[in-house]
């Protein structure tokens, strides 16, 4: 399996992951879509086995209110083709994305997603640093990540992702 950024004749095929993958919403699909009009996009990761993408992952710039000098990045939507799930391609995905993330000098990653999930890849809930999600969500599943040591201690407030995904 092959990990690299997302190219142009990927549109469609990434298209096609989020589909299924969140079958039966389409929103994630058309998020991603619109954020790539906007130039949106921080890092877009593409998993490919056999010259087929099976896999997409997304991040996109965040902040945190009131204003810190943070570099933050949003990870998600990710989404795995059904027939390839449960094979660590998500795992892969996203420590890659990770490692890229910090390799640009990203100081912390935010995920609202699964609570079993994302806490593998060192993510805890926001909540012990004292971040809230803008959404309404338990509190569990709004997660951050340190790239960078030490860097989210003391930074209450409010995480934002761009507006595109107030509307999902
Ligand atoms: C979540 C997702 C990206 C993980 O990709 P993957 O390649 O299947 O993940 P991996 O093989 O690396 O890891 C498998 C683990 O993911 C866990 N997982 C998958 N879906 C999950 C869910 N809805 N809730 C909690 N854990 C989930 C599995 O339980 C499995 O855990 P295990 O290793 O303890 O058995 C993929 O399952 C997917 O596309 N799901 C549908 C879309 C989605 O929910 N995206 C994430 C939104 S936060």
Request: charge should be negative; proline fraction near 8%; aromatic fraction near 8%.
């Amino acid at each position: 399996m092959q990990i690299r950024p997302e190219q142009p004749k990927d549109e469609s095929a990434i298209r096609d992951v989020l589909t299924q993958a969140f079958h039966p919403s389409k929103g994630e699909s058309s998020l991603v879509d619109q954020l790539r009009q906007q130039n949106a996009f921080t890092l877009s990761l593409v998993a490919v086995i056999d010259e087929v993408i099976v896999g997409h992952l997304l991040f996109t710039p965040a902040t945190i209110v009131p204003q810190t000098p943070i570099a933050l990045a949003a990870l998600g939507p990710v989404a795995v083709l059904p027939a390839y799930q449960s094979q660590g391609i998500g795992s892969q995905l996203i420590t890659s994305g990770l490692n890229t993330c910090q390799e640009r000098g990203y100081e912390a990653v935010a995920v609202l997603g699964h609570a079993d999930y994302y806490p593998r890849f060192g993510f805890v809930p926001s909540i012990e640093f004292g971040l809230k999600c803008e959404w309404e969500v338990p509190e569990p599943v709004f997660m951050v990540k340190e790239l960078k040591h030490g860097i989210l201690r003391k930074q209450e407030g409010v995480v934002k992702y761009l507006p595109a995904f107030s509307e999902l």
